[in-house]
């Protein structure tokens, strides 16, 4: 068990702060044309901290910590840890489209983790860390390959060797959010574990990228709009 680890659950037990509203100022509405992104780079607490830092009033309405896809129902965080549950660790995004596009978010998931160490993010190890897409329609899932053969090809190459990318592509499949403790997790315990992998790197993008223009974004027509969820998940037992 690597000490990363203990370092994590451990620190469960003596900092338990988290506050249960996780959308950005608290139940703000969230737009009709809203969309979602999924998905999983390794520890979620340090993930989720450098999305939330980055697009903060630029576009990210909501982000939660959670796990997905695995084949067991209400996963507890020491199974999905201990590799029992077949999930990832993951993050979900609420986006407002017309601010900031799903190219953008995952392009941003290529610069913030390590994606060619197969099931493993710094110290820790386990297909609970590995890096994946979780696409949620088939434009979603166009342009996760497209950014990642670009990545491939130009961020994350070896000399000639350029198919160094371990990320899955995946259909998503249900998602469980992850318990109260840790939504929010190092803004709520400032100086908490963070994965040294996670942090921005400064790529640039080549020339003639993108080849094709995504789809275009529609402005969502006038509606009176739903209230973003203030709580997450009671915590599972």
Known sequence: MSSSFLTRITRHFAHNN?????????GSAIPANAE??????????????????HFKDKGLIDA??????????HPKYSQVCGGN????????IIFDPTKVTYR???EFFYKIHDPTT???QGGDMGTQYRSGI???DDEQKRIAEDVTKMANENWW???NKTNNITTAIIAATEWWDAEKYHQRYLENNPGGYECPTHYVRKFTYPEGYPAMEDKPVEKAPPATPVAAPDTVAEEQK
């Open 18 to 26: 988290a506050i249960g509203v996780t959308s950005e100022g608290g």
């Open 36 to 53: 979602k992104a999924t998905v999983a780079a390794g520890c979620f607490w340090g993930v989720e901290h450098v999305y939330r830092k």
């Open 64 to 73: 939660r910590v959670g796990y997905i896809g695995g084949d067991r129902t």
């Open 85 to 92: 549950t077949g999930h990832a660790e993951a993050l979900q």
């Open 104 to 106: 953008t978010l995952i």
């Open 118 to 120: 197969l099931n493993r």
């Open 134 to 136: 979780f696409y949620h």
């Open 157 to 159: 190459r070896s000399g």
